[in-house]
């Protein structure tokens, strides 16, 4: 459910791109990936996400109830696992441990862990190097795009709209203005 739109200047809805109505994902669970970028692309700098935006609670929540799963640079710095659901944390290290989270060492076995959660969707939260992993798996990315430039050393995918259509796209006013859009996988 997109969310509500506490201080948006306009709206429009693209119209929708025809879809074929089959997803490549085995299980048929729908891959989201949502993430949060800087005019210029940047995601994150030293580790951190460089900003502090307000009024972006509805888009947070929409991952509440599924399967999250994050790199270990991203889920590793978190206090705790995020409350209401299954947080999956991929890493090379075989002796991870973190309380709340699941752990594999691939993306695939990631993946498959997710999709055994029998909900019907699962949220791919980042960082980098995850986004550009599991691109190929996603089917629909939320995808805010803060109206400022900011320094970073970890970037969003340039090339990603080349598979995608973007099918809505909302502008919020806030301390950082932004605009709110989702994209749908062409399939073929
Ligand atoms: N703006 C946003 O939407 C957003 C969202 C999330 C994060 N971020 C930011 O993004 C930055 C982190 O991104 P990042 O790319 O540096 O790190 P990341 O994607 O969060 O995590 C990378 C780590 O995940 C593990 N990993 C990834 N792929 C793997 C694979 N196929 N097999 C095994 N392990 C794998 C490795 O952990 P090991 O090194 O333990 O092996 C790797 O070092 C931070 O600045 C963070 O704040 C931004």
């Not at 791109?17 to 085995?26: E, G, Q, R, S, Y």
């Not at 752990?103 to 862990?113: G, Q, R, V, W």
């Amino acid at each position: 459910m997109p969310p509500s739109r506490p201080h948006g200047l306009y709206a429009f809805t693209m119209p929708r791109v025809p879809l074929i109505a089959v997803t490549p994902n085995k299980a048929k669970m729908r891959v989201y990936l949502k993430a949060c970028r800087a005019q210029n692309g940047t995601i994150g700098n030293k580790g951190e996400i460089p900003w502090y935006v307000k009024n972006t609670e509805d888009i947070e929540e929409l991952s509440v109830g599924c399967p999250v799963i994050m790199g270990r640079r991203t889920g590793g710095k978190l206090m705790g696992p995020l409350s209401n659901r299954v947080n999956i944390l991929i890493t090379s290290d075989k002796n991870y441990k973190k309380e709340g989270f699941h752990i594999f060492n691939d993306s695939d076995s990631a993946l498959d862990f997710a999709k055994s959660q029998k909900n019907d969707k699962c949220f791919v939260l980042g960082g980098g190097s995850i986004f550009r992993q599991f691109l190929n798996y996603t089917d629909t990315i939320y995808l805010t795009t803060l109206l400022a430039d900011f320094e970073g050393d970890t970037f969003f995918p340039k090339d990603f709209a080349e598979k995608f259509a973007k099918t809505n796209s909302v502008m919020y006013n806030s301390n950082i203005d932004f605009i709110f859009e989702t994209y749908e996988r062409y399939y073929d």
